[in-house]
């Protein structure tokens, strides 16, 4: 007989029992479900041009900024079940003086119970998020003629500039139309003219319009619902700062609400006391349904599995009486991932 009696330690104590191995047996946890938000945060840059406040006069374009700024917005978010481990569910196997002595116990660093004579499951490394290179920003100013670099005020140059652009796109024009001298015969190189001619227009509209650059990082953030909410703040979002604390009112509300369907895996039912010689405590998770909103908009809403939502089940010491058995557990839930026994053992 692999394993052997179990009592669940009292709940109620201050100091958790250290799990592993004792000289009589094991203490071991099972593990709560945690939520991982991985958040997405992009900040995104405004600098104004050289020409900004020449940009309507010449121009005849409105709102130009005039001081940088800069802003936060969550460009993308996932969502991953984590296992942390529940204080309140500590067990212990009595080891000494039975069969159960040589049994392989795997328990996590924190000890969470993970297998019994089997490999526990693998966790995949979280894969961080990497953002694409960043391109280099040309200098307009290497595309300004001599004729606006020696102009001697700001706003002479920004007026030259304006002649510059106009000339940009009255060499398109010809260029499409016919009227061009040198248009070549080749369509293909007639479209990379064209096309360097609306890169040198944009480039130099950028003195006048400003430019932007983003740059997204990623953050996480974990929660551990451990009953029904409803609209509960989890975090904010500043658009001068970034992820705020969900007490911090400078910035928008991201809320929670966990709804709990009281429906589980398996049905529970009551052991007999004389039955209860043996086995391991796992946990059988309860359905979840969590809704997320950004402020009054609705985001999405996502059913889980959660182990502090369903209850603790007894896996009967009959399981492994006879044979050697092999028991893992998943990581989330605590709950029996596989179980098989080597019957011609």
């Known amino acids: 007989m692999f394993l052997c009696s179990i009592v669940a330690m009292a709940q109620q104590q201050s100091t958790p029992m250290k799990p592993g191995r004792t000289a009589e047996g094991i203490y071991y946890y099972l593990p709560k479900t945690a939520i991982e938000f991985s958040l997405q945060v992009e900040k995104k840059t405004y600098t104004p041009g050289m020409f ?8 005849r374009l409105r709102g130009i900024g005039q001081e940088e700024e800069i ?37 996590s660093d924190d000890g969470v119970l993970q297998s019994i004579n089997a490999d526990p499951i693998p966790l995949k490394p979280r894969v961080p998020f990497k953002p694409s290179p960043k391109s280099k ?11 606006v670099l020696s102009a001697g005020s700001t706003a002479k140059m920004a007026e030259l500039t ?13 260029l499409i139309t016919g009227e061009a001298e040198d248009i070549p015969q080749d369509e293909q190189q007639l479209q990379l003219m064209i096309e360097e001619i609306d890169k040198q227009r944009e480039i130099l509209l950028t003195l006048f319009t400003g430019t932007i650059t983003r740059d997204t990082v ?25 992820i705020v604390d969900k007490d911090d009112l400078s910035g928008i509300p991201y809320y929670m609400t966990i709804e709990d369907t009281h429906r589980t895996t398996f049905q529970k039912y009551d052991v007999d006391e004389k039955k209860k010689e043996g086995g391991f ?10 809704t997320l909103h950004r402020d009054n ?26 044979y050697v058995t092999h028991m893992t557990l998943n990581p989330f839930l605590g709950s029996v991932e596989k179980i098989h026994a080597d019957m011609g053992k």
Not at 137 to 147: G, I, T, V
Not at 169 to 174: G, I, N, T
């Open 71 to 107: 802003t936060y917005s969550i460009v993308n978010y996932g969502l991953t079940q984590i296992g942390v481990i529940d204080t309140t569910k500590c067990f212990y196997v009595k080891t000494k003086g039975g069969k159960c002595e040589n049994a392989e116990f795997h328990l």
């Open 52 to 59: 900004a406040k020449y940009g309507e006069k010449y121009l």
């Open 297 to 322: 908009h609705f985001i999405g809403t996502f059913p889980l599995y959660a182990a502090q939502f369903g209850f603790v089940e007894l896996r009967s010491g009959s399981l492994f009486k006879r």
């Open 218 to 242: 990623e953050q996480t953030l974990i929660v551990c619902p451990e009953k029904e909410v409803e609209r509960e703040v989890i975090f904010r979002l500043s658009k001068k700062i970034g």
């Open 162 to 174: 304006v002649d510059q652009i106009i000339e940009l796109q009255e060499r398109r024009q010809a």
């Open 281 to 290: 405590y796992v946990n059988v998770p309860g359905l979840i349904k969590m």
């Open 137 to 147: 920003q040309p200098d307009p100013k290497q595309y300004l003629n001599a004729e």
